[in-house]
RNA sequence: GCUCCCUUCGUCUAUCGGUCAGGACGGCAGCCUCUCACGUUGCAAAGACGGGUUCGAUUCCCGUAGGGAGCGCCA
């Protein structure tokens, strides 16, 4: 019987979950769900100054709307400060850290000096073998870990392979600073190791910090959990995925309309791949999903990708759990909330009326709720006097003679009543899409078009219009 | 500056020494069509560069160039 694999994700709060951040959640959890094991969740709020209530939460949020649960709660690294304090001072005993007294303007000025030398910034050791009688008065000291300075420091990595750094170039980090408290380096290794996790899946940005986080593993003669860090998901141009990228949480992707399972979807291949796969359920992903194919170099966020694969997603989900997610959505998108408010049993029972049609054209919810939109528009509709002009009275009288027909179309999407309008042409042998086309062309201006529905709205025929919707609802 | 990592079509990627270097998005062209979309057919498009190893390198090794990450009493 093997010890069953338990992952984390460990975000600090910063306010949202950062798109990079949810891949990596979305690995650790395909792990966990693939290898039936669990996904724990543990907040990195150490950092009391930046911490809020909201950040945690924005956190947490975007993690349930992707779809990634984590076992048990979510662990405050803060609250376990105490434990951390206690490492600290094991260490201490063990001869694996010491004192160190300098303050922090000596440190900047260390800094300064190795910078202005062209030398590596590293801290000198100046406390390391000193004797703690030496110790200048009223200077409350750090504790700093007794790295090892000679021989290398060994990442086994699942993504990078085998990483090694010489430990000439790790210094003696703090792990307990002059106020108390523990350092980030640390925490980690106490809570990761404390928790039980066996996979340790995050950023490469960690790598150096893996290197130091072994070291205390080793100190410590705690089993080094096996490792994976996962490249870093870079914007459009190649450069770091920032603010001006536009999304930056996946909140924002959310209000762009995209649906989870088409997000874990676009997120799963970037960086991981499955042979040819490219549309796959987050069900298949999870039975698929191996830590061994995760590429090595950092990938392009493409939105045109994403935006296509979301509109497969919108094509090929069910109708009642489509309109499901917009009502959902709604509240996230400007115009949304009018949209909700109008949204009655009998809206609902059109909009789902009309899914079939909508959804083959929007690639976001955005454009679906847009396109849904002629539904609640305000009838009757304007028409500008140019348009009014470009429609003859030959027109007219083949649109108005489309009456019945549409009231014999099977639904209430445009496209619908569009299908119905071109048999009954073709059966007359009239071309009569061919008359509604310049008005179309009129009304729109240019691109998508309201429909032979609106135009007859436009031409005045709300009468007829309400005796066909009596019989078509 | 130092350490580590990366480099296949524009983008995401397949390939685990021998392939006409495959797929997907995007692009272009055609079909379908009253618009958009969907669908569909086809086309263009890649191994950064230079050395090795080998009968044979995209694949293994070294170097160069370019890119990225890290180097806090932040996480």
Redesign the pocket.
């Known amino acids: 019987m093997s010890s069953p694999v338990i992952t984390r994700f460990a975000p ?1 709060p910063t306010g949202y979950l950062h798109i990079g951040g949810a891949r990596t959640a979305l690995f650790n959890w395909a792990v966990a769900k693939g290898q039936n094991g669990k996904m724990l969740l543990r907040i ?4 009391r100054e ?1 911490y809020t209530k909201g950040a945690v939460d924005a956190i947490l949020d975007g993690l349930t709307w992707l779809g990634l649960t984590w076992d048990g709660d979510a662990v405050s ?1 803060f609250e376990r400060a105490p434990r951390h304090r206690d490492v600290a001072h094991e260490l201490l005993q063990r001869g694996k850290a010491y004192h160190c007294y ?3 303007a000596e ?1 900047e000025a260390m ?1 300064a000096k190795a910078e202005a030398e ?5 801290y000198d050791g100046t406390w390391r073998d000193r004797d703690p009688s030496e110790a200048p008065a009223g200077v409350k000291p ?1 504790i700093r870990f007794r790295a090892p300075q000679d021989g290398e420091t060994v990442i086994n990595d699942h993504a ?2 085998r ?4 430990n000439k ?1 790790l210094d003696d980090l ?1 792990i307990l ?3 108390g408290n523990p ?3 640390l925490s980690v290794v106490v809570d990761d190791h404390d928790m039980g996790v066996t996979h340790i899946i995050r950023g ?6 893996a290197a130091r986080q072994t070291q205390i593993y080793l100190a410590m003669e705690w089993a080094v959990p096996s490792m994976t860090h996962v490249p ?1 998901i ?1 914007g459009p141009d ?3 995925l920032s603010k001006r990228h536009g999304a930056l949480g996946v909140e924002a992707y959310r209000e762009m309309g995209y649906l989870p399972a088409a997000l874990r979807n676009y997120l799963a ?3 991981w ?1 499955h ?2 796969d ?1 549309i796959f359920s987050t069900a298949q992903m999870v039975q698929w999903f191996s830590l061994d ?1 995760i ?6 966020f ?1 939105f ?2 994403l935006e ?1 694969l979301n ?2 997603y919108i ?1 090929s989900t069910d109708d009642a759990e489509l309109l499901q997610h917009l009502i959902s959505f709604l509240p996230h998108v400007a115009g949304g909330a009018d949209m909700l408010a109008h949204l009655d049993d009998g809206m609902k029972a059109k909009l789902l009326k009309a899914m079939p049609g909508l959804k ?2 929007a690639k976001t919810l955005v454009e679906l709720k847009n396109s849904a939109s002629y539904l609640f528009a305000q009838r009757p509709l304007k028409i500008d006097e140019k348009a009014r002009a470009l429609l003859n009275d030959e027109g007219k009288a083949a649109l108005v003679g489309l009456l019945p027909v549409l009231a014999s179309a099977p639904d209430w999407t445009a ?1 619908a009543l ?2 119905a ?2 048999v009954h042409a073709e059966t007359q042998g009239q071309k009569l ?2 008359l ?2 310049p008005l ?1 062309a009129a009304l729109t201006g240019k ?3 309201p429909g ?1 529905f609106d135009v007859l709205e436009v031409l005045g025929q709300q009468e007829s219009l309400g005796r066909i919707a009596d019989v078509l609802t």
């Not at 990195?44 to 950092?47: I, V």
């Open positions: 600090s990195e709020d150490t950092d930046r690294q300098c303050t922090p440190l800094r062209k030398r590596p910034i590293r750090v990078q392979g990483v090694v750094i010489p170039d703090i600073r002059s106020d350092t980030y380096n490469v940005d960690h790598l150096t910090n870093l870079h190649g450069a770091k291949r970037l960086g791949s042979g040819d490219e194919g590429g090595k170099s950092a990938a392009r493409d045109a990708k296509n509109g497969h094509r083959e054209r496209h569009e299908e309008v071109k899409g061919k509604a086309q179309r691109g998508t078009s032979i």
